[in-house]
Every structure is written in C-alpha cells, then in structure tokens.
C-alpha cells in the first residue's frame, strides 16, 4: 500500500476511535442547567436574604435561561435551609444563599447536620453592610459617647436590642462592653420583623440592625450615633464608625453570601458566579442593594469568600466560646 494511502486509513481508524471517547466526554458534561436552579434561602419571606434573592431571580433566569426557584427553608439561624442545600445533588441545580449568621452557627448549635467548611463551597460574597446602632428620636442621647456615659453612671439599666442571641450585633456588642467598660441589657428578639417593630415603639434604648434591619427608620423615628465597620460605609458618611465613637478594636460586617454544595463541578459554579455577577451589574439591582438594602457590593471571587468565611468563624467563634454565648 503507498505511503499516502496508508497515512490516510490511520487518520481515518485514530479518528474513528477518538470519536466515541468524545462522545462519552460530552455525556459525562451534560448541558447546565439543564432545569430549574433552586435558591434555598434559610430564612423567611421578606427578610434581607429573601428580599435579595427575588431581586436577583429574574436577572438569573434571563442570564441562564431557565426558570429560577426560590425556596424558603428558614429555621435556627439559616442553619436548617444550609442542611438542606448541603444534602442536596451536588449537579449545579441547588444554590444557597446565606447572611452572616451562617459563620456564627457552628458555634453556637450542636449537631448542625452538616460541616460548613466541608459540604459548601464557596460561590460569592455578594456585599456587606455595617450594624448601626441606633435610638429613638424620644432619647436624649446624641452620640455614642453620651450612651456609654449613661450606661456607666447606671450599669445595667439601658437597653440594646439584637435580632436573637448569638447575632452578630449580640456578639459586636459584647466586644463593646468589654472594651469600652461598660453594661447594658440584652433583649434579643427572633428576627428583624419584631425588633424593627419594637424600635419603632420607643420599647428599646439601643436597636442594633443593619439599614435593612431596621426597617428604614434610620433618620426617621430611629438616630444613628455609630456604625460598626472599620471604616464609614458610603451609604451612611456622616454616622462615625465605633472606633471613632471612642472605642476601639470594632470591625464588624453584616454579609449576604451564596454557596453551593460541595463537589458542585467547578465550570458549573464558575458560570453560576459569572451570571450571579451580571445580574448584580444591572442599575435597577446596584440601586436597590443601595437603598432600601443598604448593601456595599462585594462580587468577590469564590477564594476570596472562603478567605473571608474564615476569618469571620475564625474572629466569632472565639467571641462565643470566650464570653459561653449561648443560642438561647
């Protein structure tokens, strides 16, 4: 046979057997999705996470094209929505978006059903947002500094109110009192529906939330006096940060992140972060994170937020263990 021809019948028989393991290739990497994608939010309706994630629905299923679910599974602290996405197929069609408490819950709950470092990876963390502390317009109390002299001429007499034991703003005040020297009362409510209600009455000396948090009455029934970041969020330049307001060593974010179970194919996730990304990029998202939300856009890579979600469990895990913080 000549040279060319046999040339030829192997590239035709090398073609001929690549071309099944191709075809198995492409069977082992099915289109996605390839369905509805679900969004578990381990909190009730109208809530930040909730309020986020159907601001972001109708942007996700125009940038994937298929329909997308959201799926109320609240419950200790999001921690019973985070069991179930962690349970769920790891096949790029569960999600799971969570608030800060998700670094917290460890911690605090025995026997979460499911390892947070382990059965979630990382996708975003889509922004952050100080805790401001307030009071109500009746107060008398025009800065942070005149509260602490309160609460230190009468310790144990003033009120903060929090979203729950262990929240972050429980925990940020507890930081406070040690460090600034001084006492005041916890009264913890479940959730931001019934504290935001309470602040509104003048029932609390301290309601302690994010904007959102705190129902929209900041400048209104509510005065800001700090807020708990490092540095002054954006959204709120002329509120001093704790710092500031003459106590140091605060740095304390509320954080709105999503996740997926772990093992999630990673060119699933990555095009689930790109989607995720671009729905966060539209003006009529940017503005409502903005305002009502009082969100800072983050957008981060997923190795950013595994950093970050280690730090944050690093940093709030000690502050529960140091100071025995107890879920209820």
Do not use: C
């Amino acid at each position: 046979m000549p040279s060319l021809a046999r040339r030829a019948l192997l590239a035709a028989t090398t073609a001929g057997a690549a071309a099944p393991r191709a075809g198995r290739a492409q069977q082992q990497q099915p289109a996605w999705p390839n369905g509805p994608v679900r969004i578990v939010v381990p909190f009730p309706a109208g809530g930040s996470v909730d309020t986020l994630a159907r601001l972001l629905q109708p942007r996700l299923q125009q940038e994937l094209g298929a329909p997308i679910l959201v799926d109320n599974r609240p419950g200790a602290s999001g921690a019973l929505g985070a069991a179930a996405a962690a349970r769920a197929a790891p096949d790029g069609q569960t999600f799971l978006l969570v608030f800060d408490t998700h670094a917290v819950n460890p911690f605090l709950i025995a026997n979460l059903g499911y390892d947070t470092k382990r059965d979630l990876a990382p996708v975003m963390l889509i922004g952050t947002a100080p805790m401001l502390i307030t009071t109500h317009r009746s107060r008398p109390w025009q800065n942070l500094q005149e509260v602490v002299s309160a609460a230190k001429a009468k310790p144990d007499t003033l009120t903060y109110g929090s979203i729950g034991n262990g929240s972050l703003a429980h925990l940020t005040m507890t930081l406070m009192q040690k460090a600034g020297d001084f006492r005041v009362v916890h009264v913890p409510y479940r959730g931001g529906g019934p504290m935001s209600t309470a602040a509104a009455a003048g029932e609390l000396d301290l309601p302690m939330a994010t904007n959102a948090g705190l129902g929209g009455q900041v400048g209104q029934t509510l005065r800001p006096l700090a807020q708990t970041g490092a540095v002054r969020s954006p959204r709120f330049p002329d509120v001093p940060t704790v710092a500031e307001a003459g106590i140091p060593g605060i740095d304390a974010l509320a954080w709105w992140g999503a996740l997926a179970p772990a093992r999630t194919p990673e060119p699933v996730a990555r095009r689930f972060h790109a989607a995720l990304r671009s729905a966060l990029e539209t003006p009529e998202v940017r503005g409502r994170m903005a305002d009502p939300l009082g969100i800072d856009l983050v957008a981060s890579t997923p190795e950013d937020f595994a950093a970050f979600l280690d730090r944050q469990m690093e940093t709030w895990g000690r502050v529960v263990r140091e100071n025995s913080i107890r879920p209820d």
